[in-house]
């Protein structure tokens, strides 16, 4: 499974952005995808989580409320919808995907361990 995902930039606070992730290879409509952020000089944090056919979301706390992820299987493609950006969301996003129908989640976080497969990052810079 290769992934690659796009859609980041420069924004203002308050704004929106979605960003894309495109997969390629076998089997993708059975895995489960998530989406990771890294800041500069802070650790990786898992974000949001996608299930592969029961619906299952997952959201961190903070981006409960302002972000939204989906997938549309016909496309191979992931969505991460961020609206209200806070300068705080300023980092390099991640696509990943487990390899298997759902996403690790210990103690309320969202796991990259479990992740098997990553894309390349897209910068996400919030700034007036």
């Known amino acids: 499974v290769q992934l690659q995902a796009s859609g980041g930039g420069l924004v203002q606070p308050g704004g929106s952005l979605r960003l894309s992730c495109a997969a390629s290879g076998y089997a993708l409509d059975y895995y489960a995808y998530g989406w990771f952020r890294q800041a500069v000089g802070k650790e990786r944090e898992g974000i949001s989580c996608i299930s592969a056919h029961d619906g299952r979301i997952y959201y961190a706390d903070s981006v409960r409320g302002r972000f939204t992820i989906s997938r549309d299987n016909a496309k191979n493609t992931v969505y991460l919808q961020m609206d209200r950006l806070k300068p705080e969301d300023t980092a390099v996003y991640y696509c990943?995907?487990?390899?298997?129908?759902?996403?690790?989640?210990?103690?309320?976080?969202?796991?990259?361990?479990?992740?098997?497969?990553w894309g390349k990052g897209t910068q996400v810079t919030v700034s007036s």
């Open positions: 990943a995907s487990p390899g298997v129908v759902a996403c690790t989640v210990v103690n309320g976080d969202l796991s990259h361990y479990g992740m098997d497969y």
